[in-house]
């Protein structure tokens, strides 16, 4: 890959205006937000080709001084969408965000841990048994977390943080009326929570991952990109 002199600001330009068309109107929106709040008047004015992992990961730990780590890890979360799309127009080789972590807050608090549910032998059991199947990374994601199946359904991937091993549960998909709609559960705390997952958990999403990716190679166009993280073959939510 040739070293692209593009600026980061018109990269996240173009980014926005190609896939606007193809995400929900809220995720736009905090895209956009993102990019024009926190990351364009620090890193802007930054080629491609400059951009490093200890430059974003310096850029992140200014930012923690001033928002909360739930708006960092946003923040992270849509330069690293940005520079993937980067990647697969071969604009830079590979994407630096990938060797960052969202810095651990000041105020002591920690994230939730899910229980373990499951002895090690029925663990392997459903691995085994799901391994090669499309939903076998959903199966053991409900597994290994013990979430309800609408939370999560509703997880999009601005809510996972693969480097940290962790999701904020957020919303919940029900079905009212033969139709899927999306609630709001932060208005409690029991309903918006932060919980580090299990090594099987996030071994399912780094498979799901994988397998969303190859799903958008073979739709092409027709992939709907909704960013929520358990979808159908075009994108769209279960």
């Known amino acids: ?3 692209d002199r593009t600026m980061l600001r018109e990269h996240l330009d173009a980014w926005l205006a190609a896939v606007g068309g193809e995400l929900r109107p809220k995720t736009l929106r905090s895209y956009s937000d993102m990019c024009r709040l926190y990351i364009v008047p620090h ?23 001033r928002v909360g780590p739930r ?26 965000v ?6 651990r807050p000041a ?35 409900q597994w290994m977390t013990g979430l309800r199946p609408g939370e999560s359904l509703g997880l999009l ?5 693969l480097d940290a ?23 409690t705390d029991a309903g918006m929570r932060e919980l580090a997952l299990p090594r099987r958990a996030l071994e399912a999403l780094h498979r799901q991952h994988a397998m969303q990716a190859k799903d958008r190679l073979l739709a092409g166009e027709a992939y709907e990109a909704s960013g929520l993280v358990f979808t159908t073959r075009t994108g769209g939510g279960k």
């Open 1 to 3: 890959v040739k070293p």
């Open 43 to 65: 890193l802007g004015a930054v080629r491609l080709a400059d951009l490093t992992p200890a430059g974003i990961q310096a850029w992140m730990t200014q930012l923690r001084k």
């Open 71 to 96: 708006t960092v890890s946003l923040a992270r979360s849509t330069l690293r969408e940005a520079l993937e799309w980067g990647v697969s127009l071969g604009q830079v080789a590979d994407n630096p």
């Open 98 to 103: 990938d060797r960052t972590r969202v810095p």
């Open 107 to 141: 105020d002591g608090k920690r994230r939730r841990r899910v229980g373990k549910f499951l002895s090690d032998e029925s663990e392997r059991l459903i691995s085994a048994a799901y391994a090669r199947t499309r939903l076998g990374p959903f199966i053991e994601f």
């Open 157 to 161: 991937w601005e809510d996972v943080d």
């Open 165 to 187: 091993g962790a999701v904020n549960i957020r919303r919940s998909r029900v079905q009212i009326g033969g139709r899927m709609l999306d609630q709001d559960t932060t208005k």
